[in-house]
């Protein structure tokens, strides 16, 4: 009797042991699971930005092809987003999500378009007015650094030292690409504030688009109602009733920035965000812009290619790719 007494205790032991070891390796599985989905979504999320930084990446064609046909930097600015406007519009209003707005929604969706699009758009171009083009642009690619300032403020994503080391790349390598080695001379203190300006109205994009979420709304209703009322500030500049486009030409290529330059661009990057993709590494992962902007100029007017520009874009690729490799290493 003593004996299958202890036979039972044993049995039983037998069993708890079993028992909790399937119990911890169904938990590893479950955590294996979730961190392969998490990892997937953010490589999903990644090609949303890629594919809205290669988008954005037309701007500087289109804007050339629009300034030659009488156009100025302005009424281009302008023409973009009153055009990406009237798609929404017509867009939102044909869903019935104008109508369903409520006033807090307006509120929030008031200050995302100011700080995101008529912030960006105009500081920007008053610092291509008072420094160099590439300088201006440098300065707008400052968004980033304040991006990861402000996730961090708000919602708690970690200040890591891969995002630094590929904040560091990507800057390095725009500044190559805009072609910062040749500078035209000094800077306007003025000038190089309002260009910051730009990049911190730049950054908002991406921390105010982490708060749309709470709205519910898909990536293509906060992209328009974005740009909607960020539109608003373009009637004081310049009002759409005073814009003549004289020829079928500078029409397609205002067209052309509208289209691609907000309406799909945004609607990716906003995409790319729904995703869960950070937000530091969502505004790092577009410092390609200027790599695409370049080689689609190169391809449509027979821009040269300066070996140290190509040098920058391998640079900014490699910062790109930076975060994706560390949180694969971290699995």
Known sequence: MRLSWFSACQFFSLGNIIRTGAKGNSEARTDGDAEELRMKKTLVGIVFVLLAATMWGTLPTFSRLAYAEGSDPYTAAAMRAYLAS??????LGANGTLRKLGPREIGF???????GVSGTFLFYMIAVEKLSTAMAAMLLYTGPSFVIIFSRIFYKEPITRSKLAALLCTAAGCALVLKLYAPGGGADPVGILIGLCSGLSYSMVT??????????????????????FGTLVFFFIRPPWGIRIPTVTLGIDYLGLALFGSVFAYIAYLKGLE????????????SVEPVMATVISAAVFGDTLEWPQALGMAIVLLGVSIPIVSQRAMR
């Open 109 to 115: 969706y008031f200050i995302y378009g100011l700080a």
């Open 275 to 286: 995703s869960g993709l950070e937000g530091g590494i969502a505004s790092i992962t577009a």
């Open 86 to 91: 009237l798609v929404f519009v017509i867009w």
């Open 207 to 228: 921390v105010l688009g982490k708060k749309a979420a709470d709205y519910k709304h898909d990536s293509i209703t906060n992209a328009g109602l974005m740009i909607m």
